[in-house]
């Protein structure tokens, strides 16, 4: 490559990196939420908690040192890797001023930089959900190396958070169904690369779990997230109203003081905290949970299928970004004080961080985007569009569904749960924009739908 085509990339990969940390540059400080104590708090607590997987934790642990800011150059430079990949085997590679074109676009249009710049784990759904599209669909166009480091991104993405290994998971299982249809749009070698990934995450989870409390377990909180999905729908009072008394159940004596809230429940209410939390009640809100399935079935699909939905249009750009995340506050007061000044003297801490005008801007685009994504998958259907969007659109569309119900019916509707991987809407739409824009000249190569790749 002659040396002003590097000078060239290197300008594009160093400003799409500010770009995407440029929230926590503003901000004077990486970005925090009410989850990123959690997570630091495992290595020197030792001890597992639900949700709050240990993988992601050592990653925030070994950033203390320099503040964090090296957690977000990770995150930000693997979201660039993975978009270049993207365009590069959508047949837009080796143009370095597309790769920050798309990255500028997506962080103005789309919530990209506010996960980019964040100490938390959501960054990880959205590419590691297109790093397993990479290995399952355009495995043909990557090299050895590419595929090796994609299967220890998809692994690291699924070690970081159950939800993710879950979306991940409901992702395989029509892409296998593809395979035994037609071997040439998923070969078997390339679900293997999937698998591969998907177990080495889970031995991720394990090892890293061993490493911190010293026993072999997942990370907990499955069930309890479902009940409190459940107890927010009203069903855990249909239930505890039809089995109580019952000498078995402690929540029976407090049924009529239990809160319709789920976050109010697990994260302020004084009842839960008095009945030991969810190492006190873990197994009898696992009982309910799994009773309540049985004894309710149409109840269930209903409520599930409205949360479903509701976690689709559930999009939001910040939630839980403000001032006062109190818990991550004290984990950083406790092990790393060192950061605290720093810490206190950033934008956040101060209250001068909005989102209302953002969210005037990404909400209604975050929603245009899903509403496209069908008819990016028509229009490669006909021959409009090169066939290998319209494959991107419809694992896309898959993507959101199956976050929506992992994150909405198996545990309560929340705008940080949609906005990790909305974005992925607007990157599918805008390529297949792009690739319109482009037609007139492309008319020849296009003519019969092949997929436009690198030679």
């Known amino acids: 490559m002659p040396l002003r085509d590097r000078a060239v990339w290197a300008l594009a990969i160093i400003l799409s990196l500010t770009i995407l940390i440029a929230p926590a540059i503003w901000n004077q400080f990486p970005l925090l939420q009410y989850d990123t104590g959690g997570y630091l708090a495992r290595w020197y607590e030792g001890t597992l908690v639900p949700s709050r997987a240990v993988v992601y934790g ?11 800011w090296p957690v977000l ?38 919530t990209l930089p506010w996960l980019t710049a964040i100490l938390l ?44 290994i879950a979306v991940m998971l409901a992702l395989m299982l029509p892409a296998a ?35 911190v409390a010293k026993r072999l377990a997942w990370t907990p ?22 089995h109580c008394p019952d000498a078995r159940l402690q929540l029976c004596a407090y049924k009529n003081a239990l809160p319709h809230d789920a ?7 004084p009842l839960f905290d008095r009945l030991g939390r969810f190492k006190g009640l873990g197994q009898e809100m696992e ?32 939630e839980g970004v403000v001032h006062w995340v109190w818990h991550t506050y004290f984990i950083i007061h406790d092990y790393a004080p060192q950061l605290e000044p720093a810490m206190k003297a950033a934008r ?45 659109a419809a694992f896309c569309m898959l993507a959101l569904l199956a976050n929506a119900f992992v994150c909405g019916a198996l545990s309560n509707p929340h705008d940080r749960y949609g906005a990790r991987i909305v974005w992925l809407a607007a990157f599918a739409t805008g390529l297949a924009l792009y690739r319109l824009s482009e037609r007139p000249a492309a008319a020849p190569a296009a003519a019969d739908g092949c997929d436009i790749l690198p030679a």
Not at 62 to 67: E, N
Not at 177 to 204: E, F, S, Y
Not at 223 to 235: P, V
Request: proline share 3%; hydrophobic share 55%; glycine share 8%.
């Open 121 to 164: 784990t959501d960054i990880f759904c959205g590419i590691g959900v297109l790093a397993l599209y990479l290995l399952l669909m355009r495995g043909e166009a990557l090299t050895r190396t590419e595929r090796v480091g994609l299967i220890v991104l998809c692994a690291v993405s699924a070690a970081t958070h159950s939800a993710t």
């Open 287 to 318: 009982h309910i949970a799994v009773r309540s399935l049985i004894d309710y079935p149409a109840l269930q699909l209903k409520t599930a299928a409205v949360a479903t939905a509701r976690q689709l249009i559930d999009v939001h750009t910040g």
């Open 263 to 269: 976050d109010v429940w697990f994260w302020g209410s």
């Open 221 to 242: 909180g499955g069930f309890a997230l479902s009940f409190g999905r459940m107890l927010q729908d009203g069903i855990v009072d249909k239930y505890l109203d039809d």
């Open 58 to 68: 050592l990653i925030l642990t070994a950033g203390v040192p320099l503040s964090f």
């Open 348 to 392: 956040q801490q101060r209250a001068e961080i909005s989102f209302t005008a953002i969210n005037n801007l990404h909400y209604p685009l975050a929603l245009l985007s899903m509403a496209l994504l069908p008819f990016v998958a028509l229009f490669a259907w006909r021959r409009k569009l090169p066939a290998d969007l319209g494959e991107l």
């Open 177 to 211: 169904l593809l395979c035994l249809i037609d071997r040439k749009r998923v070969t078997p070698v390339a679900l293997g690369h999937g698998a591969i990934a998907l177990v080495l995450g889970a031995v991720m989870v394990f090892a890293a779990d061993y490493a």
């Open 73 to 110: 150059l990770v995150q930000s430079a693997l979201t660039v890797w993975v978009i270049a990949l993207m365009l590069r085997v959508h047949g837009l590679g080796a143009r370095p001023l597309l790769l920050l074109g798309t990255i500028a676009a997506l962080s103005v249009f789309t």
